[in-house]
T-cell receptor, first 110, second 120 residues
Framework: KNEVEQSPQNLTAQEGEFITINCSYS?????LHWLQQHPGGGIVSLFM???GKKKHGRLIATINIQEKHSSLHITASHPRDSAVYIC????????????FGTGTRLKVLA | DADVTQTPRNRITKTGKRIMLECSQT?????MYWYRQDPGLGLRLIYY???????NKGEISDGYSVSRQAQAKFSLSLESAIPNQTALYFC???????????????????FGPGTRLTVL
């Protein structure tokens, strides 16, 4: 079992739908980083959060430290949101290295 | 200009060849990392460096070596490439201890654009 699990692995949505991607972790982390990877390959930072909720445009990220769970929401989804979304936990001890989920592949249809 | 750059962006090579992937950053970060990404797997850490004199193996370092030539440059070498090293390689940097909104003791990493390596 991976220490960081994402669900779903694949998601297809119609344009305009509300989308939720989940990330659960079993290790101690100091913060969680949501990343976006477009088909071209580059990885872009979306949010890093250690508690509560953050919002940027149509994207919202939440984290519940006690439940070891984070969610990424996309409101009014658009085809340009099609990408792989990756969550990564920054370990809370020692080196603060990242441990990654395997990603959620999102396709938004027009 | 991008803060973290990688060269080359694409490379096709043959089994047994020596390959070097280069990473440069203008963010002034001390920490640098090399990862590989394979389909269906999360990013996996190959090597990391917390400063010029500190280099550490990650979870999958066999078959790879690194060089930290300066604070801004971190190179990954495949001494004798093999087909199962075909993957997407990412460099990342971080500035541990300083985060603009989260405060101290955070390690936000910033990624380069990736190098797609194919070993035939």
């Amino acid at each position: 079992k991976n220490e960081v699990e994402q669900s779903p692995q694949n998601l297809t949505a119609q344009e305009g739908e509300f989308i939720t991607i989940n990330c659960s972790y079993s290790v101690g982390i100091s913060a969680l980083h949501w990343l976006q990877q477009h088909p071209g390959g580059g990885i872009v930072s979306l949010f890093m959060l250690s508690s509560g909720k953050k919002k940027h445009g149509r994207l919202i990220a939440t984290i519940n430290i006690q439940e070891k769970h984070s969610s990424l929401h996309i409101t009014a989804s658009h085809p340009r949101d099609s990408a792989v979304y990756i969550c990564a936990g920054s370990l809370s001890s020692g080196t603060y290295k990242y441990i990654f989920g395997t990603g959620t592949r999102l396709k938004v249809l027009a | 200009d991008a803060d973290v750059t990688q060269t080359p962006r694409n490379r096709i090579t043959k089994t047994g060849k020596r390959i070097m992937l280069e990473c440069s950053q203008t963010k002034g970060h001390d920490r640098m990392y090399w990862y590989r990404q394979d389909p269906g797997l999360g990013l996996r850490l190959i090597y990391y460096s917390f400063d010029v004199k500190d280099i550490n193996k990650g979870e999958i370092s066999d078959g790879y070596s690194v060089s930290r030539q300066a604070q801004a440059k971190f190179s990954l070498s495949l001494e004798s490439a093999i087909p199962n090293q075909t993957a997407l390689y990412f460099c990342a940097t971080s500035d541990f201890g300083a985060h603009t909104t989260l405060g101290p003791s955070y390690n936000e990493q910033f990624f380069g654009p990736g190098t797609r390596l194919t070993v035939l």
